[in-house]
């Protein structure tokens, strides 16, 4: 009898819905009553539109659950019942594990590849090695300059200073000499090197007064080199171009802090506008503002790189707490690049929680309710008391019949967690199809119910009780 009333169901059913002008769309696979629920509960055409504008803000990852309370508690729901979790939890899982490689392809396609700032640096400093094979050839071309009115001035300094700065502007007129003679040298290789050796000193010292003196006493001996090695701030130029985008490579690592050191806004603007004029014989913008942009773009790669598994801490490091970092992305790679990257970790933030709700958290509201959907699916129906059959024939074919019932209850219920389970993680196009699927039936539900329980009343009935019922129809 089961399988009669079953097949006159499922035929009435398909006959109604042509009736109806149903059309095979993505709820047409799921059962009745799973689709029933669906375009019941879950179908208010405001909300849904709604969630399908934030799922094509989020891409094609997306999933209702994480748009929609209702559809993450139906998620939960089914995951929460042991023959369905696997078919939640696995795509969950799954999307999870890929958050790095969707961040990473976010950013490259944004911002640009990762360009290691290591390697970065490492090029630089070849390309300073190349540029210093150049100070032989120019200074083969150098001519004798006097250098005695340069050390009379460091002699009337070190007679003045005391200290440190006079004990270090000691040992620079001392080098300005001929080797173990004391007379000042004309030879323009002695101050060049003299310069070199200054410039090591800068490079570690901390004390102010000797860093002012030794800048002082170099740009007297560099305009002696200037006046008597004609092509020397040439290679000057460029061998200071190089070294201020190695500076600027390091300084740019510093751009996303967010601490109590982090760099303003503004003072990025300025450093950038600034570092982008050319020094010295230079012709043209400096490489500067590109170096920045590539240190930053480093720090962003090494954060998903180490943090990835963390979002929220991932989130902190590149978006910040305020809203300097998304200014500071902006200026460096434009406001539109910069959101997009911004909104990818914003994405996978919402990606996980849907993942840690669904998997670890408490039943949400929505989840509590579709288990009692289904906890009352699975009860089955009570076969009635008062069957044809009587005495002892009656309780045995009403025992069998509640054991069949309650058999096939089970299964139904595990088939309908399975089935509007699976619509709650669906991705891509089968998820597009399915919100386009619930908009038009929901659309449908809310003004063709009367239309529908009349039609339905008359397949499954096949008298003509209902037929006065129809819209137009009058006795």
């Known amino acids: 009898m089961l399988p009669v009333a079953a097949g006159a169901n499922k035929l009435a059913s398909s006959l109604a819905r042509k009736i109806l002008g149903e059309s095979n769309d993505a709820l047409s696979t799921v059962t009745d009553q799973a689709r029933r629920y669906v375009v019941d509960e879950l179908s208010d055409p ?4 709604r969630y399908r504008d934030s799922l094509q803000q989020l891409g094609p990852d997306a999933m209702l659950a994480d748009v929609a309370p209702e559809w993450l508690g139906v998620a939960r729901g089914a995951a929460a019942r042991p023959g369905t979790r696997g078919l939640i939890v696995d795509p969950l899982n799954e999307r999870s594990g890929l958050a790095n490689t969707r961040l990473r392809a976010d950013v490259a396609d944004n911002l640009g590849p990762d360009p290691v700032p290591s390697r970065v640096d490492r090029s630089l400093a070849a390309d300073q090695d190349q ?7 120019v200074m083969a071309e150098r001519s004798n300059y006097d250098f005695i009115p340069i050390t009379d001035a460091l002699d009337d300094e070190i007679q003045r200073m005391r200290g440190p700065a006079q004990r270090q502007l000691r040992n620079v ?15 323009p290789a002695i101050a060049f090197e003299t310069r070199q050796a200054i410039d090591g000193i800068l490079e570690t010292e901390q004390n102010p007064k000797v860093i002012s003196a030794l800048t002082e006493a170099r740009q007297m001996i560099d305009d002696g080199l200037r006046a008597s090695v004609p092509r020397i701030k040439e ?9 201020r985008q190695r500076e600027a490579l390091g300084e740019g690592r510093s751009i996303m802090n967010n601490g109590a050191t982090a760099m303003r806004p503004s003072e990025l603007d300025e450093t950038l506008r600034q570092g982008a004029l050319p020094q010295g014989e230079m012709i043209g913008p400096s490489g500067v503002p590109l170096r920045m942009q590539q240190s930053s773009l480093g720090e962003v790669y090494r954060a998903i790189g180490t943090e ?10 590149v978006r910040g707490e305020g809203d300097w970092n998304r200014e500071k992305l902006g200026m460096l790679f434009g406001e539109d690049r910069a959101d997009n990257v911004l909104n990818s970790i914003d994405r996978e933030n919402v990606f996980a929680d849907t993942a840690n709700r669904v998997t670890r958290g408490s039943d949400t509201a929505m989840g509590s309710r579709f288990n009692q959907f289904l906890d009352e699916v699975s009860k089955g129906q009570e076969i009635p008391s008062d069957a044809t059959l009587t005495g002892t024939a009656a309780k045995l074919f009403k025992s069998i019949m509640k054991r069949v019932v309650q058999g096939n209850a089970d299964t139904n219920a595990g088939k309908l967690a399975e089935d509007i389970g699976r619509l709650s993680v669906a991705t891509g196009s089968t998820r597009d199809q399915i919100v386009e699927a619930i908009l038009r039936r929901g659309e449908k539900n809310v003004i063709d119910q009367q239309r529908a329980s009349t039609v339905r009343a008359l397949t499954r009935a096949g008298g003509l009780a209902g037929y006065s019922a129809l819209p137009g129809i009058r006795n």
């Open 235 to 243: 290679v000057d130029g460029q061998f200071a171009e190089i070294a």
């Open 308 to 317: 990835a598994n963390d979002l929220n801490a991932l989130r902190k490091t």
């Open 46 to 49: 405001s909300k849904v539109t």
């Open 173 to 187: 007129r001392q080098m300005l000499n001929v080797n173990g003679q004391d007379m000042v040298t004309t030879d």
């Open 131 to 137: 540029v210093r094979r150049r100070y032989g050839p």
